[in-house]
C-alpha cells in the first residue's frame, strides 16, 4: 500500500513503465498487448468500464487509471536492478544513456539469428515491437530474413538509428493522434 506517498517520477524503460514513490518504492507495469494507462481529471468519465480496471493512483487533481494491465509489480531499488525482464536505461532506444555503438556490439552478438528477431529482443534494443521491426527494415532497404552476420557494420548502425528515430517520433507530445513514421 502506498497511500499519502507522492509519485517522484514515471520512467519508461523498453516496454514498461516504472513509477516511483516518494518511499522508495517502484510500481513496474507492463500493458502486453491489452493494457494501457488513462490519466483523468476528478469527475471525468472513464474511457473503459471500472470492470477493466487494475490499479487507481490519484492525487487532488488527476486520477491514473491502468486498465486490463497484465504486469503489475511492486519493487525496491535493489529488486528493480535484479530484475532481468525491466532493461536498464541504457538499453531502451529512447533512454538518455542509450550507447548506438553499444547497441550494434549488442546486435552483432547475435550473428547467426535474422535481423527481424534481433530487433525484437529487449535485451538487445529495449523499446522495439513488432511493428517497429517492420518499419526499421523497410526504412532501411534491410531483408528481415537476413542473418546478422550478413549486415555491414554500416547497415546494423543504421538498423539502430532507424529504431531510435522511429520510436522517438511516435512519443512525441505534438504528434496528436498521428502516427509519425
Given amino acids: 500500500p502506498i497511500p499519502g506517498q507522492l509519485v517522484d517520477r514515471v520512467e519508461a524503460r523498453g516496454k514498461w513503465l516504472l513509477i516511483h514513490f516518494s518511499g522508495g518504492g517502484t510500481l513496474a507495469t507492463h ?5 494501457s494507462w488513462h490519466i483523468y481529471r476528478h469527475g471525468e468519465r472513464w474511457q473503459q468500464p471500472r470492470t477493466n480496471m487494475r490499479i487507481v493512483i490519484e492525487n487532488s487533481q488527476y486520477v491514473a487509471v491502468g486498465f486490463r494491465v497484465p504486469v503489475a509489480e511492486m519493487h525496491t531499488a535493489r529488486s528493480l536492478a535484479r530484475d532481468r525482464r525491466i532493461p536498464n536505461p541504457e538499453i531502451d532506444v529512447l533512454g538518455s ?6 547497441a550494434a556490439a549488442r546486435v552483432r552478438a547475435h550473428s547467426s539469428e535474422e535481423i527481424a528477431d534481433v530487433l525484437l529482443h529487449q535485451e538487445v534494443l ?12 523497410f526504412v532501411t532497404g534491410i531483408n528481415p530474413f537476413c542473418r546478422v552476420s550478413a549486415l555491414s557494420p554500416d547497415r546494423v548502425q543504421a ?11 511516435n512519443v512525441l507530445e505534438d504528434s496528436g493522434d498521428a502516427i509519425v513514421t
Fill in 31 to 35: 500493458m502486453l498487448m491489452s493494457g
Fill in 97 to 102: 544513456a542509450f550507447d548506438a555503438a553499444e
Fill in 126 to 137: 529495449a523499446g522495439v515491437g513488432n511493428v517497429f521491426k517492420s518499419e526499421i527494415c
Fill in 159 to 169: 538498423a539502430i538509428a532507424a529504431a531510435q528515430r522511429l520510436v522517438a517520433a
